[in-house]
C-alpha cells in the first residue's frame, strides 16, 4: 500500500518538474541523489557493498527499470494526454504477470488471475474513458512515439522486475534499491547528455522542489518498498500498484486543483479495488 500511495503523488511532482526541466535529466538528477543518499545511509550503518565485480546485475537492472521503465514514462508525458496514459501504464500488471510466467520457477497465469486484472483494468477505463474520448485530431508522430514509449516503459519494468527478484539471495534488498538507483541516474543522466538536454535545464522553486520530493519521497521511501515488496511477495500482487496510482492521482487532482470527484470516479474506485481482491495473495 506504501507504494501505491507514494508513487500516487509522483505524477503531480513531474508535472512540475517538467515545467522547466527536460525528461532524461529529471530521472537523472532524481535518482542520482536518491542512489546517493542511500548508500551513505548504508555505509554509515556498517553495511558492505558487493564488490564492483558483482555489480552488473544492477547496472542492468538501472537500464530496465529506470532509464526504459521511469524514463519512458517521463518523456511520454510530454505528448500523451494524462488519461490516455493511465490507460497504458495500467496494462503493467499484464506485462508483469506474462513475463513473470516465462521465467524458471515464475507464477502461472491462472484464471483467477485475468479475471481480477481485467476487472481492475474495466475500473481505470471507467475512470478515464472521458478523456480518451475527448481526445481528437489527428495522431501526432510525437504522440504516437509517446504511445511507443510507454509500452517500452511497461516491458522494461516488467522484465527488470522479473529478473531483480531473481537476485535478491545474498544481497538485501536496501543494498539492491541503492544500486539499481545510482545506475538508473548514471543511465539517465548519459541519455540526457546524448539527447542534448543539458542546454534546457532550468531549475525554479517549483521545478527544484519537485525534483527533491521524487528523489526522497518517490525513490528512497518509494522504489525501496516497491524492491522490498519483490523480495517478499508474488509479482501478480506487487504489480496492482498500477492500479492503484491512478486513484491517488484522481485524489490529488480534486484536493490540490480543484477537480470534480463525481460518481463516475467513486465507481471506477470501487470496481479497481474489487479487481485487487479478486488477485489471490499467494506465495
Known amino acids: ?43 554509515l550503518r556498517g553495511e558492505r557493498l558487493p564488490p564492483l565485480t558483482q555489480w552488473r546485475p544492477f547496472i542492468v537492472l ?70 480518451i474520448l475527448l481526445h481528437g ?34 544481497v538485501p534488498p536496501m543494498t539492491t534499491a541503492a544500486l539499481q538507483m545510482l545506475w538508473g541516474g548514471i543511465w539517465m543522466t548519459l541519455g540526457a547528455t546524448v539527447a542534448g538536454e543539458w542546454s534546457a535545464l532550468h531549475f525554479t522553486a517549483r521545478s527544484a522542489s519537485a525534483v527533491l520530493y521524487l528523489a526522497f519521497v518517490g525513490g528512497l521511501a518509494g522504489f525501496g518498498a516497491y524492491i522490498y515488496a519483490l523480495a517478499h511477495l508474488p509479482v501478480s500482487l506487487v504489480s496492482l500498484y498500477a492500479y492503484v496510482n491512478p486513484i491517488i492521482a484522481v485524489a490529488l487532482g480534486s484536493l490540490v486543483l480543484g477537480e470534480p470527484f463525481n460518481l463516475r470516479i467513486a465507481l471506477a474506485i470501487a470496481i479497481i479495488l474489487t479487481g485487487m481482491t479478486i488477485v489471490p495473495n499467494r506465495h
Open 1 to 43: 500500500m506504501a507504494i501505491c500511495v507514494i508513487w500516487g503523488t509522483t505524477y503531480l511532482a513531474i508535472k512540475i518538474a517538467l515545467e522547466t526541466m527536460p525528461p532524461l535529466l529529471i530521472g537523472g538528477i532524481r535518482y542520482l541523489i536518491a542512489g546517493s543518499v542511500l548508500i551513505a545511509w548504508l555505509r
Open 62 to 131: 538501472g537500464f530496465l527499470m529506470l532509464m526504459l521503465g521511469n524514463g519512458g514514462v517521463v518523456w511520454a508525458e510530454q505528448y500523451v494526454p494524462s488519461g490516455l496514459t493511465a490507460v497504458i501504464l495500467a496494462t503493467t500488471p499484464f506485462w508483469m504477470v506474462g513475463i513473470e510466467s516465462l521465467f524458471p520457477g515464475g507464477d502461472r497465469v491462472t484464471l483467477r488471475h485475468g479475471i481480477g486484472l481485467s476487472v481492475a483494468f474495466l475500473g481505470i477505463l471507467v475512470l478515464v474513458g472521458p478523456d
Open 137 to 170: 485530431g489527428g495522431l501526432s508522430w510525437r504522440f504516437l512515439a509517446g504511445v511507443l514509449a510507454l509500452q517500452v516503459a511497461c516491458a522494461g519494468w516488467s522484465v527488470g522486475s522479473s529478473y531483480g527478484k531473481r537476485l535478491q539471495g545474498g
